[in-house]
């Protein structure tokens, strides 16, 4: 009778302290994930951190007729509010666009400086585009190309009004 109480408290003891095991594992399995699946928000592309200069009002009336500019000026827009659909979408349709982009550049913008803002910001609309679009890349990653992307467009608008401040000053005359 003794030697079965005993087999009985020992299974018991088993049976709960393998019970325990399987629990915590599960818990940190759950914990793991939702940490890695974190989503990006709004809030979170608010906070990131650039410098963001905006059109003058002579560089938005030398803008106007530049159609893609505006187009992209307002996905990007769309893009602090979280939204990702112009960024992770069609490949095709955003060689598209920046093909597009390129082409219908005012000819005044025509300078070596603002070209080569405009490949940066091809190269990291593609770039953004190929992080989006992959499930395995980390939410820090896609944050950092959110900013770069930002950045770049900031820095377009700066060598806007740089150029047209600079043609600005080159007319005036010394009497």
Known sequence: MKIRFIVLVLSCIMVISCDDDTNSTKELEITENTEQNTKITAKTIENIDYRDYALSSESQSAIVTWERYHELATQISYLKKADFSFFNGDLELLKKFINEFK?????????????????????????????????????????????????????????????????????????
């Open 103 to 175: 082409t219908q550049m005012p000819d005044q913008f025509q300078t070596n400086h603002i070209i080569s803002r405009n490949a940066i910001i091809e190269t990291e609309l593609l770039k953004l585009n190929e992080n989006l679009t992959i499930d395995n890349i980390s939410r820090e990653e896609k944050l950092l190309n959110i900013k770069a992307l930002f950045v770049a467009f900031s820095n377009l608008n700066y060598l806007i009004n740089k150029k047209l401040e600079s043609e600005f000053y080159n007319k005036i005359q010394p009497e």
